[in-house]
Nanobody
Framework: QVQFAESGGGLVQPGGSLNLSCTASGIVFRDAGLGWYRQRRGKQRELVATSIKSGTIWYSTSVKGRFTLARDNARSTFSLQMNNLKPEDTAVYYC????????WGQGTQVTVSE
């Protein structure tokens, strides 16, 4: 059974940092294209960063230069270092596969506010 779990969110002031972590089970982690998604209130879930088997990493324009994705295939973990956070980064963050996402976790809430 595929399952993802996210952690590391919290409340931070603008300009602050957070590091999100993701664990996955039920997949061949090293072969999987993975992504960090977020869902802001009233908006559709969107991709913010992706990592594919070749090692290529992609960032959305809104987070490029501020967020850094890393993956550890040996530990089946996936992280997102978020720096210089902005109020518009406030959202619930999820990790999942890029192709046929499944086994969604509860996500981790990130709130950026004074």
């Amino acid at each position: 059974q595929v399952q993802f779990a996210e952690s590391g969110g919290g409340l931070v002031q603008p300009g602050g940092s957070l590091n999100l972590s993701c664990t996955a089970s039920g997949i061949v982690f090293r072969d999987a294209g993975l992504g960090w998604y977020r869902q802001r209130r009233g908006k559709q879930r969107e991709l913010v960063a992706t990592s594919i088997k070749s090692g290529t990493i992609w960032y959305s324009t809104s987070v490029k230069g501020r967020f850094t994705l890393a993956r550890d295939n040996a530990r089946s973990t996936f992280s997102l270092q978020m720096n210089n956070l902005k109020p518009e980064d406030t959202a619930v963050y999820y990790c999942n596969k890029l192709i046929t996402p499944e086994g969604w976790g509860q996500g981790t809430q990130v709130t950026v506010s004074e």
